[in-house]
């Protein structure tokens, strides 16, 4: 499943060189990841159940500049299922454009909030994140 969410770039995005910080880009997917678990409703999900995602590792390659004005169309897919972690996908373009603008790949862990410790993904909570998985 694919989710798509839009971020209008604003002034404050910005750096002295007149573009979207580096690290801005790192707000704008984590904002784009929340939309994808609240529209799917996982986050009442996970909740349910006592668990948690948390980040583990982040993979981000800038290939081009975006400006104020801009409107990015951020895309986001849960790209692969292991035993303890998963991965998001997600691509920032230009909207109405294929320019690519920012990709990245999230690796997380879902988490047992009481233990602090990573669970296996199985069973019933495998199925679930596979009815998420990109196609």
């Known amino acids: 499943m694919n989710k ?7 002034g404050f995005h910005l750096d002295i060189y007149q573009h979207v910080n580096n690290a801005r880009y790192l707000e704008f997917l984590e904002e784009a990841r929340w939309q994808y678990l ?8 996970f909740t349910s159940l006592g668990y948690a995602w948390a980040i583990v590792n982040i993979n981000i390659n800038y ?19 292991g035993n303890k972690s998963a991965v998001f996908h997600q691509v920032i373009t230009k909207a109405g454009t294929d320019k690519v603008v920012v990709d990245a790949d999230i690796t997380f862990v879902v988490m047992d909030q009481k233990t ?3 669970v296996e993904i199985t069973g019933d909570l ?6 998420h998985t990109q196609d």
């Open 4 to 10: 798509t969410s839009l971020i209008k770039v604003r």
């Open 38 to 45: 609240e529209d799917s409703g996982d986050i009442e999900y």
């Open 63 to 81: 290939r081009a500049s975006a400006y104020m004005g801009d409107t990015l169309e951020l895309t986001t897919a849960l790209s692969k299922i």
């Open 116 to 118: 602090g410790k990573a």
């Open 126 to 131: 495998l199925e679930r994140m596979k009815l």
